[in-house]
């Protein structure tokens, strides 16, 4: 099984290319569109990864693939220039699941 990572911005690309996660920067609701089909076309690929500022710009979008597709499993990652902690995306998923507030 193999990562993807879909991001905003180059150093979050160069950092995760270091530990051996193939990916690429996009901009645009397009490119992010074009991003996940390649990712999903791919059958070693069982992980994307996609930078929130991104899963926010096209939250639709994003949502939509994690719905109807069973593989590849796709994550929504903070980065440095993220506006959140990672424990701030983990109470969202977790009120939205269970309609908890944590």
Partial sequence: M???LISDNV???AGMRLVGVRGVVVHSQEEVKAA???ACADPD???VLITD???ARCS???FSYKLTRKRPLIV???DRHSDQTPGDSIRRYISEVVGVKI
């Fill in 76 to 78: 929504e990652m903070p």
């Fill in 60 to 62: 639709e979008l994003v």
């Fill in 45 to 47: 690929v069982g992980l």
């Fill in 2 to 4: 193999k990562y993807f």
């Fill in 53 to 55: 500022k991104l899963v």
């Fill in 11 to 13: 150093d979050t690309l």
């Fill in 36 to 38: 996940l089909e390649k």
